[in-house]
């Protein structure tokens, strides 16, 4: 019986050892997916799209690099009173999404500024071979 005993409490223990780190890192994912939301949320509204269109159409390749480059930073009033792991995933989610962003918007404007280069460039020669007859 005394035997019985000490073995239920050993595995008690040894359940309540092994079970707590499981809980806490349930809980820091649940947090840091909670973050990772809040942070795109935030730079969907926060990041102009329109600037970086605009960059990459006048810039080209050299405008989507500095989109890739310039990482947004969020808003410090937002991170006011939260852990310390809370303030590390939604800042690097933050980063993260606004650089995607970013980005595609650039790619876009450079796409647009190729073709409308490429429009401009096609009635000059058009034009110069209508001249030339």
């Not at 595995?11 to 809980?23: D, E, R, T």
């Not at 935030?42 to 810039?59: C, H, I, Q, R, S």
Request: glycine share 10%; hydrophobic share 45%; with cysteine.
């Amino acid at each position: 019986m005394k035997k019985l005993l000490h073995t239920v409490s050993v595995g008690v223990i040894a359940f309540v050892l092994v079970s707590q780190p499981v809980a806490l890192m349930a809980q820091e994912t649940n947090a840091q997916t909670k973050a990772c939301a809040q942070a795109q949320q935030d730079v969907e509204m926060e990041v102009n799209k329109t600037l970086w269109l605009a960059v990459g159409f006048f810039f080209g390749l050299l405008g989507v690099g500095a989109a890739y480059l310039i990482e947004p930073s969020p808003r410090s009033s937002r991170l006011l009173g939260k852990s310390p792991e809370y303030v590390a995933a939604y800042t690097d989610c933050y980063k993260d999404a606004g650089r995607r962003i970013q980005t595609n918007a650039a790619i876009k404007g450079c796409v647009i500024g190729v073709l409308v280069q490429a429009a401009m460039y096609g009635c000059c020669v058009l034009a110069g071979l209508g001249a030339s007859r």
